[in-house]
């Protein structure tokens, strides 16, 4: 049996351990309070130099915490960026949140004053593409951007063009062979999916040196549907205030979705850079390539010497095909959706064309490169389309000095601005149709 000599300093050891405990979460608490109130006070700060910067700018009006996008519903993006083009003529702010504003320009002598310098692309939304593209072509900038062009240049050369039309036909003939099996099911047909596998199938065989059927591919199509969500919820996340910090972003459902999506993508591209590998380990092969007058695109990064001497790194061969893939059969797929949209909604036009290329190829020839320039009535229309709904209609920009408009007005360095690339014509894009254009604000 315990003493009260031993019992009282048991008690009291008991309450000491209290109020150390006690004091610990005090001071916890205190840090806490501390941090939020220097939290509140950031973002205040933040904020009123925003409101400064963009004071000269109106803004349709917004929450001082969620910005406008609660305003921003899922599917009536376009009618209300359209009605705010109309209402503010060259330029307004746009909130995404309390603390991140960007200017969206739709007027055609800002935007020349934007592009005529050399400002950075978005650096916020490059950081999202950059875990599913790498730091390719698109998303550098500066020297490292120019050093990477001009290793590329011989790929963009219009001349590899020409021996690429029979292959291009033949890709568009497996997916005319596939509509009219399925038109004689149902007379209804979404297009764009069947378009987007036969961009890639096209681009694997022209850039990519890939010997297959990507049209039949069940493993392209999982490539093309997880492309597609990627664009969703690149989107998605731009706009969404707590989905900027990484590690947040990846114990959310969407971010788990995210990172699946970029598996599949990289899985597709590493398997076809492993397949060009081991090709040209065939005997003659590396020599009969070497002795090609034009490289395919993914030959050249293969071959390709930096200007220090070095060849890519794994991580930036990866990243240019992963570039190259996407922005190749993504952006070609929404164009000619939006061609023959255009082309079918006015039928007299679409007649026209049908009529002149008729006239060329009557007998049943198949399209050569030589064809090409005997059709101008089809190429003014196919040019008037891509003006009127360019697959990418929007690019980003990050002021790296301050900029004075036409019109007097003026934004600080480090200023984000958006640029609308379509303009007056905007209204035709917001059409009641499914619309397929994607805008990709870090380009």
Known sequence: MQSPCTMSESVLSLFRLLGSISGILQVTSLFILVLLLLKVAQFYLQRQRLLKAVQHFPSPPSHWLYGHSREIKKDQGLQLTLKWVEKFPSAYSRWLWGTKCQLSIHDPEYIKVVLGRTDPKVQESSRFMAQWLGYGLLLKNGQAWMEHRRMLNPAFHSNILKNYVETMADSMQVMLDKWEELISHSPHLEIFGHISLMSLDTIMKCAFS??????TDKNSQYYTKAIENLATMLVTRIRNIFYQNNIIYRLT??????LRACQLAHEHTDR???LRKAQLQKEGELEKVRQKRHLDFLDILLFARMENGSSLSDKD???EVDTFMFAGHD???SGISWILYALASHPEHQQRCREEIQSLLGDGASITWDHL???PYTTMCIKEALRLYPPVPGIGRELSKPITFPDGRSLPKAASLHLYKWLQ????CACSV???TKVYPCM
């Open 210 to 215: 890939y010997q297959g059927n990507v049209q």
């Open 253 to 258: 459902p969407e971010g788990r979705r995210n």
């Open 272 to 274: 076809v850079i492993r």
């Open 317 to 319: 061969l990866r990243a």
């Open 331 to 333: 952006t070609t797929a």
């Open 373 to 375: 320039d005997q059709m």
């Open 425 to 428: 014509d905007f209204g035709a």
């Open 434 to 436: 499914g619309c397929r």
